[in-house]
């Protein structure tokens, strides 16, 4: 029997409603403000969706106010206002302004989602300086200056509120190829650890989020073009061990039950939504491929 046919005789795991479904209750973000970072787009705006099903205000944080302005139109139809805020998260100057912008609006945010991010598959010999730095900026920088800055309004208003900041597996197995980006998720996640112990006596808890695949227009060119090849040949599917990729709406709603109030004791903790696939081994591990032959790259040169 060949491997796809023994894949067609397996279930895998089951789909989930479809989206619209809630997860919970309707109206358990009522009154609350929700911030998403890179919420005009891909996974965050998906996450940003189920939010806003729940009653949730939102604001949501990017550098293209086109992409924003879009994004607005298409949330704000599943009810509640939406702000955009244009901000680098790079700057802690513009994440002021935004915060600024979003009491002045709708309120306080009470929920901080950390989406944003950079990443691009790339031999680590060939990272360039500004690469790095790009990379690590946006994606460890970043996050650390919007979670610094929920963190100290909530401080200063004694009030409580919920971090979830969304990482990558390959920061607890490395990651070839995003030699940059899993040493800056790496951070990420230890942020969550640290800052849960830290904030947790104020009513702050921070978590982290981990999504498997879940294809999106979002992703860079060399992955996207990797998995369109894969799915045109029936072949990514078959790649998970759910077999199936994952649905957007199911990483909006672990987001929205981790910061509910039916979390309200988990703090500290990262969920990963895969459907197991970073625990994937092989009992015979297929033959060795560098990075650079997986990303067709011919030999270093200096």
Same mark, same amino acid.
């Given at each position: 029997?060949?491997?796809?046919?023994?894949?067609?005789?397996?279930?895998?795991?089951?789909?989930?409603?479809?989206?619209?479904?809630?997860? =919970?209750?309707?109206?358990?973000?009522?009154?609350?403000?929700?911030?998403?970072?890179?919420?005009?787009?891909?996974?965050?705006?998906?996450?940003?969706?189920?939010?806003?099903?729940?009653?949730?205000?939102?604001?949501?944080?990017?550098?293209?106010?086109?992409?924003?302005?879009?994004?607005?139109?298409?949330?704000?139809?599943?009810?509640?206002?939406?702000?955009?805020?244009?901000?680098?998260?790079?700057?802690?100057?513009?994440?002021?302004?935004?915060?600024?912008?979003?009491?002045?609006?709708?309120?306080?945010?009470?929920?901080?989602?950390?989406?944003?991010?950079?990443?691009?598959?790339?031999?680590?010999?060939?990272?360039?300086?500004?690469?790095?730095?790009?990379?690590?900026?946006?994606? =460890?920088?970043?996050?650390?200056?919007?979670?610094?800055?929920?963190?100290?309004?909530?401080?200063?208003?004694?009030?409580?509120?919920?971090?979830?900041?969304?990482?990558?597996?390959?920061?607890?197995?490395?990651?070839?190829?995003?030699?940059?980006?899993?040493?800056?998720?790496?951070?990420?996640?230890?942020?969550?650890?640290?800052?849960?112990?830290?904030?947790?006596?104020?009513?702050?808890?921070?978590?982290?989020?981990?999504?498997?695949?879940?294809?999106?227009?979002?992703?860079?060119?060399?992955?996207?073009?990797?998995?369109?090849?894969?799915?045109?040949?029936?072949?990514?599917?078959?790649?998970?061990?759910?077999?199936?990729?994952?649905?957007?709406?199911?990483?909006?709603?672990?987001?929205?039950?981790?910061?509910?109030?039916?979390?309200?004791?988990?703090?500290?903790?990262?969920?990963?939504?895969?459907?197991?696939?970073?625990?994937?081994?092989?009992?015979?591990?297929?033959?060795?491929?560098?990075?650079?032959?997986? =990303?067709?790259?011919?030999?270093?040169?200096?």
């Amino acid at each position: 029997m060949t491997d796809e046919s023994t894949h067609s005789a397996l279930p895998g795991l089951p789909s989930p409603p479809p989206p619209g479904t809630r997860a =919970l209750p309707p109206g358990t973000y009522d009154g609350t403000v929700v911030l998403v970072t890179g919420g005009g787009s891909g996974l965050g705006k998906a996450i940003s969706a189920e939010f806003a099903r729940l009653g949730a205000e939102l604001v949501i944080v990017g550098r293209t106010q086109e992409r924003l302005k879009a994004a607005r139109e298409e949330l704000a139809a599943l009810g509640g206002q939406v702000v955009t805020a244009v901000c680098d998260i790079r700057q802690p100057e513009q994440i002021g302004e935004a915060f600024d912008e979003a009491e002045r609006t709708v309120g306080l945010p009470t929920v901080l989602v950390n989406n944003a991010a950079a990443n691009f598959p790339s031999p680590a010999e060939d990272l360039s300086p500004n690469a790095w730095r790009v990379v690590v900026d946006i994606t =460890l920088t970043g996050t650390w200056f919007m979670t610094r800055e929920f963190g100290r309004r909530h401080l200063a208003a004694g009030t409580p509120g919920s971090v979830i900041n969304v990482g990558a597996s390959y920061a607890w197995t490395g990651g070839p190829g995003h030699a940059h980006s899993a040493a800056a998720k790496a951070g990420v996640r230890n942020l969550v650890e640290t800052l849960a112990v830290e904030w947790g006596p104020y009513g702050i808890q921070v978590n982290g989020l981990i999504p498997g695949l879940f294809p999106h227009p979002d992703l860079p060119d060399a992955i996207r073009a990797g998995l369109d090849t894969a799915e045109a040949s029936g072949e990514l599917a078959a790649r998970q061990p759910a077999l199936r990729v994952g649905q957007p709406h199911e990483l909006g709603w672990a987001a929205t039950f981790l910061a509910s109030p039916y979390a309200r004791f988990i703090s500290s903790h990262t969920l990963v939504v895969d459907g197991a696939n970073w625990q994937r081994r092989t009992v015979v591990a297929a033959p060795m491929r560098t990075v650079r032959e997986q =990303l067709d790259r011919g030999p270093f040169e200096a």
